[in-house]
């Protein structure tokens, strides 16, 4: 039983079009992340939901909404998209806030190519 | 402020052999650390954590790592690798208290020869 798991895996599409990406986790935690891993690997956070309220927002383009319709789930919408927004995202929870004494268990991520 | 620096973007061992990956972190304040693995196309995954207790860390499948306040160092360590243990490698810190957001470091490349 997969505990954070992401849909979808794999997301080919062209420049302009707006895309969804969706997050679930069973493990009961309150918060849930999304971060984006660029080509070097990199991983910066994107924004952090807590018991539906968003805690973290960072400095992302506003064409990259995220909704959280109950605590168990966190999705990624992102408008007209670009060739930058080219990444992997993953979506992660953790059961306190902030988590510096916790654990993160991230998805498998999800591999956004914009053509 | 606080960031993470890993001073090996690419560590090759033979299989058998130790591993060492390098981590130096700054920060103001008492840090939590990490250690984080990545396995291809796969999500992170918790190999072990600091939070203030016992400086020597145990983590999973063999891993440890050490704090040392005095050189700012999180390095992470196993006797014997595996080639399983071909992964990409993340040393993470949080300092702040109120702080939500973890620095994560630009990953080691472990690859293991046989």
């Known amino acids: 039983d997969t505990a954070v798991s992401q849909t979808p895996k794999y997301l080919v599409t062209q420049m302009g079009n707006d895309k969804s990406i969706k997050c679930e986790q069973n493990?009961?935690?309150?918060?849930m992340y999304w971060y984006k891993q660029d080509s070097k690997k990199f991983l910066k956070i994107m924004f952090s939901?807590?018991?539906?309220?968003?805690?973290i927002n960072e400095t992302v383009p506003n064409r990259f909404s995220p909704k959280s319709p109950d605590k168990a789930h966190l999705n990624l919408h992102i408008n007209s998209l670009e060739l930058g927004d080219s990444a992997v995202y993953f979506c992660?929870?953790?059961?306190?806030?902030?988590?510096?004494?916790?654990?993160?268990?991230f998805g498998e991520g999800s591999r956004l190519t914009v053509l | 402020a606080q960031s993470v620096t890993q001073l090996d973007s690419h560590v090759s061992v033979s299989e058998g052999t130790p591993v060492l990956l390098r981590c130096n972190y700054s920060?103001?304040?008492?840090?939590?650390l990490f250690w984080y693995v990545q396995h291809p196309n796969k999500g992170l995954q918790l190999l072990l954590k600091?939070?203030?207790?016992?400086?020597l860390v145990k983590g999973i499948n063999g891993f440890e790592a050490e704090f040392k306040k005095s050189e700012t160092s999180f390095h992470l360590t196993k006797p014997s690798a595996h080639m399983s243990d071909a992964a990409e490698y993340f040393c993470?810190?949080?300092?702040?208290?109120?702080?939500?957001?973890?620095?994560f470091g630009a990953g080691t490349t472990v690859t293991v020869r046989a």
């Open positions: 920060s103001s304040y008492s840090p939590s």
């Open positions: 992660a929870s953790s059961q306190e806030r902030p988590p510096n004494t916790g654990e993160l268990f």
């Open positions: 993470v810190v949080s300092a702040l208290p109120n702080d939500y957001k973890l620095s």
């Open positions: 600091y939070t203030s207790a016992a400086t």
């Open positions: 493990l009961g935690h309150d918060t």
């Open positions: 939901y807590n018991n539906k309220e968003l805690i």
